[in-house]
């Protein structure tokens, strides 16, 4: 059960005797996870090439995203019923056994099977982290360390690329996965005490309480699990619809085309159904209507990860196609925002007793940055103008995104931490997911990457970034019920 600190206490060091163990190890666990996501990006045109199966890169690069999905709605369940231990030791395993399945993988069913792995392992342990840190940690430490976390992005996102491109070519892509067992094994022996510490101080974490209606407790696994691979499978084909869109401008192209066309526009017009209808029962009370409390806060996390997705997946694209800049320059772009994105959270724990104003003020930066990112599609703004906007963008995102994770964990009991961040995670992954279906489409609309296409897409993410101002509010209630439970 998580300790809540009385006014009189002094404000605990998060790198003091009873917490390092659990700071260094989580932080530890996330900056191996980064790595290992940078690592693959980097790495998978080789192997794929290795393995003679460039064919196969959507059905790799897809498979993680299944199996992430569903471990997450899992993950939630297990955590609330059994708590963190469990998940986080399921989770390294899959870590463990996925990695090796890649590294030695010689054939694509092969590779396919280690990336199922690892999207069943990132689902599994990004629960375990949040629901560890929420129940084992003093809630005025959390801010701290989600800044923490942000942080441990930054390294693997500078350094990452050019290091696995480096031991790829030295030595062969296998040593890049197969470096990432040896290293679980130091961060495994720094996380131990704290899932031990956990263990022994919350018991009450596995006792059955008096849930509410909604609560996992009243919802068992085999009826979460059906939903969870439907989101998943619907996932899978948006994106597999999102690189292959529908072609034409409107011109005639003779009734192949068309037909190719409709069945184009049924796939995603059924695929959306079915990830709204799977979307109703996974995520928490009132995420599709933004109600005030939790819901709004899921709700959020969704328009936070689309709008930022709308621009930050695009980017590199609108800077190589119609700026005509090589990869260091796209490359930069993803350099920025691990900084920035860094430091808005650093940001947000310093002033978390205020968080309303974080949400405003990140959403607006958010938004305000990526207006003036767009500037060099709908306008012929320079280079370097874009470049600071997604500097700003990166800092509203951190704001943001790590204010919404310590609210979940500040408004939710423990029979509840498992579901609601888990929640919080599906958002985000549907929500980004729709929207790059949505842009795939409008590239096919236009018929090919072109200022137009980019245009549309940039402003659709503007209006999202808009909107999640607007709906700023419904995260009131959640920040109440996050001030009674302090």
Avoid: K
């Avoid at 064919?55 to 963190?84: C, F, K, M, N």
């Avoid at 974490?205 to 939903?227: H, I, N």
């Avoid at 799977?278 to 995420?287: K, Y």
Wanted: with cysteine; aromatic share 6%.
């Amino acid at each position: 059960m998580t300790r809540h600190a009385t006014a009189t206490e002094p404000v605990p060091r998060l790198l003091s005797r009873d917490h390092a163990p659990l700071a260094l190890g989580v932080v530890a666990l996330v900056t191996l996870g980064a790595f290992e996501n940078r690592a693959v990006s980097t790495a998978l045109p080789s192997v794929l090439g290795e393995l003679d199966s460039i064919a196969g890169y959507g059905v790799v690069t897809a498979a993680p995203l299944a199996s992430y999905l569903v471990a997450l709605a899992a993950a939630g369940w297990w955590a609330d019923r059994r708590g963190p231990a469990p998940v986080l030791r399921a989770g390294m395993l899959a870590f463990l056994v996925g990695m090796l399945a890649t590294a030695t993988a010689a054939t694509l069913p092969l590779l396919v099977a280690g990336r199922l792995l690892g999207g069943l392992a990132e689902g599994l342990l990004d629960v375990g982290v949040m629901v560890l840190v929420a129940r084992a940690l003093d809630p005025r430490l959390r801010p701290r360390v989600m800044a923490l976390f942000a942080a441990a992005w930054v390294l693997p996102s500078v350094l990452g690329p050019a290091l696995t491109g480096a031991v790829t070519e030295a030595v062969g892509w296998r040593w890049v996965f197969a470096a990432g067992p040896v290293v679980l094994a130091p961060v495994w022996l720094a996380l131990r005490p704290a899932i031990a510490a956990s263990e022994a101080a919350a018991p009450a974490a596995r006792v059955q309480a008096a849930p509410d209606p909604t609560s996992a407790e009243r919802r068992p696994l085999r009826r979460v699990l059906p939903w969870a691979f439907v989101a998943a499978t619907a996932l899978v084909t948006l994106s597999v619809v999102a690189e292959r869109p529908a072609s034409g401008s409107g011109a005639d192209q003779g009734a192949t085309s068309a037909l190719g066309s409709g069945a184009h526009v049924f796939v995603l017009a059924a695929s959306l159904v079915a990830l709204a209808l799977a979307a109703r029962r996974l995520l928490p009370e009132g995420s599709l209507r933004a109600a005030c409390g939790i819901g709004g806060v899921v709700a959020l996390r969704g328009l936070l990860s689309a709008a930022f997705m709308g621009v930050g997946a695009f980017l590199p694209l609108v800077l190589t196609v119609l700026r005509h800049h090589g990869p260091l320059t796209a490359g930069i772009s993803l350099s920025i925002t691990g900084v920035t994105w860094s430091a808005g959270s650093a940001l947000q724990s310093r002033f978390d007793g205020r968080p309303m104003l974080l949400l405003r003020l990140g959403f607006g930066l958010l938004t305000a940055g990526l207006a003036t990112t767009s500037l060099i599609v709908w306008a012929d703004a320079p280079t370097a103008v874009g470049l600071t906007g997604w500097a700003v963008a990166g800092l509203g995102i951190g704001l943001t995104s790590s204010t919404l994770s310590v609210l979940t964990m500040g408004a939710s009991d423990d029979a509840d931490q498992g579901r609601h961040n888990a929640g919080g995670q599906m958002a985000a992954s549907m929500a980004s997911a729709v929207f790059l279906a949505v842009a795939g489409g409008v590239l096919g609309w236009f018929g090919a990457p072109s200022r137009e296409a980019f245009g549309v897409i940039s402003g659709l993410a503007v209006a999202l970034g808009v909107l999640a101002m607007v709906v700023t509010g419904r995260a009131r209630c959640a920040v109440d019920v996050a001030v009674r439970r302090a």
